[in-house]
């Protein structure tokens, strides 16, 4: 390393023996480190949590705050490029770190997706759809909004917002007062209600080189605004695939993203295609992969942020995916047995402790001759759980 160039040329692949940072230390961190060893290199993960889903998997583990400045120098000049699993990484934290080491996806993409509201003007100046939206930032433009954008709508704090957290869905003008409660009065998108038929996902890989590599459309069915099931591949949704996987291209495009990402739509009744959100990292609809495709979203993740080639992410297997959700622990530990019994089945667990409700703790993917089945066999087994 010159003291001119801190890191190394961004156009040169990084070959297998390079460290990987890691920014978060969750499920999707944990699936990252294991993609990322199979291949020969070492991920070092830095989050503020101890006993992490992924600190129990990386070779090197900092724990410490994201405004720790000394320890995120110490952990830049221990990597070869970083990578991120949660997009809520402040700023200043990257900044810090990109003195010494290349970090993937750009602060400059992070900056559109840590935010619905930027990330919904930047789709509407791309000229894709997404729901009507209205800025809010008080009660009195929220009663406005409501005029505007009409009812049901869904209030959703502009930052920090997942798994449906953050958001609550406002059936008559007179909840205003409780949904701006709801929110904590927090700057806020007001989103009209999209009456859809099907939720859906597209992976998006794009390369150091530009090279792009999708895969999609996966079919997720939500309960309680968490996802439930994915089901892949989708035929009922063939007819929309190339207009959902351009989308998914120009997106990665103009953000001149390098990684992996996840466009979540709506599939509305009237045929339109709505963009819901996009995700800068690994998405939980896209774990059947692992099984599923020749190269999983993980590991097209850590080709992508190396910039060597991308691999093949078509099906080999139809698969589905369901979740397991801290509430199957309401008895204690559940039956496992039950699920590893099941042929073709494939049972993750994130070694996370502390079950609760609504807690991410797992997942079970389970191939099969069409997906349809493979989710009604996932299902049926998860059932099971709970006797
Ligand atoms: P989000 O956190 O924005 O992805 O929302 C979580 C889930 O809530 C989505 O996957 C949908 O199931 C539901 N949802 C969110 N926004 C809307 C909307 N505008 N119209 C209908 N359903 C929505």
């Known amino acids: 390393m010159s003291a001119s160039t801190p890191f190394r040329n961004t156009e040169t692949p990084l070959g297998p023996g390079a460290t990987l940072g890691m920014l978060g230390a969750g499920q999707l961190g944990r699936m990252f480190a294991l993609a990322a060893a199979r291949l020969g290199y070492h991920v070092h993960v830095f989050s503020p949590r101890v006993d992490s889903p992924t600190g129990h998997v990386s070779h090197r583990e900092t724990v410490a705050d994201y405004g720790d400045t000394a320890a995120l120098l110490k952990f830049a000049q221990s990597v070869d490029v970083v990578t991120l699993e949660f997009e809520n990484i402040p700023v200043a934290a990257i900044e810090t770190i990109e003195q010494f080491a290349p970090v993937r996806p750009s602060r400059a993409m992070l900056h559109v997706t840590q935010n619905r509201l930027r990330e919904k003007h930047f789709l509407t100046e791309a000229g894709i759809a997404c729901a009507p939206f209205a800025e809010v930032n008080s009660l009195e433009q929220l009663r406005l909004a409501i005029t505007t954008i009409g009812l049901p709508a869904v209030l959703k704090t502009a930052d920090s917002g997942y798994d449906g957290k953050g958001q609550i869905t406002i059936r008559d003008p007179n909840d205003a007062v409780t949904a701006w409660k709801h929110v904590g009065g927090q700057p806020a998108v007001l989103e009209g209600w999209v009456d859809y ?36 591949p989708a035929p009922e949704l063939a ?149």
């Open 197 to 232: 038929v099907q939720e859906l996902s597209v992976l998006v890989a794009r390369s150091t080189n530009g090279e792009i590599v999708t895969c999609g459309p996966i079919a997720n069915d939500h309960v309680n605004h968490i996802l439930d099931v994915s089901r892949f």
């Open 239 to 387: 007819h929309i695939a190339p207009t959902a996987e351009q989308i998914g291209r120009t997106i990665v495009q103009r953000l001149k993203f390098i990684g992996l990402c996840c466009v979540e739509f709506f599939l509305a009744r009237d045929g339109q295609l709505i963009v819901n959100e996009i995700a800068p990292r690994p998405h939980n609809s896209g774990h059947l992969t692992i099984e599923a495709c020749h190269t999983s979203q993980f590991e097209q993740q850590v080709r992508a942020v190396c910039g060597l080639p991308l691999g093949c992410m078509q099906p080999h297997t139809p698969a589905a995916m369901v979740n397991l959700l801290g509430d199957l622990w309401q008895n204690g530990e559940p039956p496992w047995l039950k699920l590893l019994s099941v042929p073709q089945g494939f049972l993750h667990l994130y070694g996370k402790t502390e079950a609760q409700p609504g807690r991410k703790m797992g997942h079970f993917t389970v191939l099969a001759d069409d997906a349809h089945l493979a989710a009604r066999i996932a299902i049926d087994a998860r059932e099971r759980l709970r006797q």
